[in-house]
DNA sequence: GATGAATGAGGATTCATTCAT
DNA sequence: AATGAATGAATCCTCATTCAT
């Protein structure tokens, strides 16, 4: 069976790749990825630092994997939050909660997607299109449950692909704003209104 | 009076360091504050790296200047914009379209903005008190501006700091938007689309 | 007696000392002493790293075992053909032809001896006095047909140690050109043309 | 004029090169390419490190700099003694003892020139093309002399391709003998000892 | 004031060697 | 005996900053 059929050496190669992206995570949101040394990270690791290295190619790899792991858990979340509402305005409330709630338990995380992931929208790198991709299967995501909303009448005829981009980037911005301004806050209050706001906003 | 003041000296400076500034925002703008070089800024400055020196510390410094200089210019016009405008609605068009105009004219800045101000945010440094407060002044400007419009019926009675901020950074956002997905779509278009938004967001 | 005596322990770590000088060899042909990795020869053995470690000490020990073998061998080849020559002249070819044949049928050893041996003459090392010796056991080989032939008549009364030295090394020069500049040529042509050569230059 | 057009400016690079060159070639010589370290190197000189790289863009081109301007030396003083040579053989003495005298004069470069120019040769690599350049027209230069020895009835009607190839390869071996195994001794007489026995192997 | 050569601290990466399993 | 994960010393190279000219 597949799950028996992973062997002690597959375990700890997952708990290495685990303990390293933590630290990682941690050490490049205290310092940010350039002044982040794979040193430090390895220390907080507990690993030398070649050890670093059997793991990971290289730092910017190190940064990527943490990166996109974090950003695929939080897309992950929104999506099945989406799934299991029912209306159209449940389904934005969800996708705005999904993202507080996953950067309000993955502060980590949330410091480096938020403060480093417009360069990598902006400088060509080769980790430019595999998160293009991941951005854009949630904007569809979102165009979806607008279409869904406009379709059904609660939602104006508005351009469905420019309204999920400011949907999008507002709640990324609200989270930032939660997390920076208003970090012990409870999420839901954040949610309420920031969802209110929208809803009233593209509703009819 | 001031202007007769300004010595020849005075004015060479003034524009040394403005020539400075602009190639330091063109070069930040197209690596990053971690990958410039001052040897590039100086390059594209047509001087030498020490000159730089002469006129700016440190490569963190002429950054923080270059930044600097942008928010400002960036606020003012919002600040004058508003004062132009005079119902409440035109006043938070104005604010929305005042910021996307200026990085529409100013895309090298925006860049480094929309790229390395989060950083500035997060991470505790030098910079830090001097740009929060000039972000405060502009939430100030938001509030009043939304106190305003709650006065005069025009808009729910919401918390005007949550609300000012949350708008702040929706238009932030809808400028990236604007930027990077429709760059060559007229300003107003993006504005009239966001203002809407945000109107039907807060008003009655 | 000697093969009695073996035992299938003895058996095995001869089989596994050289499968590990074969896949050595074909290493450090390829990239050299100092870019060879322990890992690629690892590989190519089919063996772990660290079973490389049970069998010798060290990289460099490796390396100059690898080389030892084909010296040692390079070296019998040249005395057994000597031997089986009779006059001087044909003494002289089968020296040159010993040497030529084996680099021609081990190119690994040949890339090696080449490009690595001239640094063990040059730098004092541990590894020095041993070569050092086989080497002056070829020479001092060299120097008795040499003898033999001037008191014989046939060569000219030359100081044999200078002569026999730089017969060695015009040869190891001739093998080498062989090898780089020549290599789908039958080896006897080469030989041929060497030896008369160094047969005039030294004849009466 | 040409020569007073050179500024202080061109005077200072060209002594700091000299410099690094000189000191690259010490430590070249002494530990090999692989052992060497640019920290050595810049202490040598007497410099940071930093300063190496300001004329030198690695420490491969570094190398290939040394090594390229102790061959380009001496095969311009091979030409040379060639060209004032008159007859056929004083031709080959001349080139036999212009090598000989450039490497007993410049050691380290001879170290560097024993050592590591047959990975060069053997191993691809950016610098291989161009040294193989130098090589081939020293190759020709002697091809030259010995086809004018021919048409001149001094020399048997040999392949002259391949006797250049073996005449420049002993003489290489000669001057590697001369300087490890006879160091004191003085050039002329191994010059005369190696010019003779080249002369009977290939004269009529 | 302006220059740009020199500096050297700092950091990513490699790889021979070890040792617990 | 064999393994291969872990180690960390070693080294190349970069670049912000300084300072003599």
Redesign the pocket.
């Known amino acids: 069976m597949a799950l028996l059929g992973r062997t002690k050496?597959d375990i700890?190669l997952e708990f290495?790749t685990g303990e390293i992206l933590h630290a990682a995570r941690t050490v490049f949101a205290s310092h940010g990825y350039a002044k982040?040394?794979?040193?430090e990270i390895a220390d907080v690791a507990g690993?030398?630092?070649?050890?670093i290295?059997?793991y990971f190619p290289?730092?910017?790899d190190l940064f990527l994997a943490a990166l996109r792991e974090g950003v695929e858990q939080l897309h992950g979340q929104a999506r099945e939050h989406i799934a299991r509402a029912t209306s159209v305005e449940e389904k934005i409330r969800a996708f705005v909660n999904a993202r507080l709630e996953y950067c309000d338990r993955n502060r980590d995380f949330f410091r480096i997607y938020y403060t480093e992931f417009a360069s990598l929208q902006v400088r060509s790198s080769r980790a430019q299109p595999e998160f293009q991709d991941l951005y854009e299967q949630q904007l569809r995501l979102l165009e979806s449950v607008i279409a869904e909303g406009i379709a059904g009448g609660q939602i104006r005829p508005l351009d469905t692909a420019k309204v999920a981009r400011l949907i999008y980037e507002a709640t990324r911005s609200a989270v930032a704003q939660h997390m920076l301004a208003w970090p012990d806050q409870r999420p839901e209050e954040t949610t309420n209104l920031v969802t209110d706001l929208i809803w009233r906003g593209i509703g009819c």
């Not at 690993?47 to 050890?51: D, E, Q, R, S």
Request: glycine share 6%; aromatic share 6%; hydrophobic share 35%.
């Open positions: 050496k700890l290495r982040a040394t794979v040193d690993l030398a630092k070649g050890t290295y059997l290289s730092k910017q």
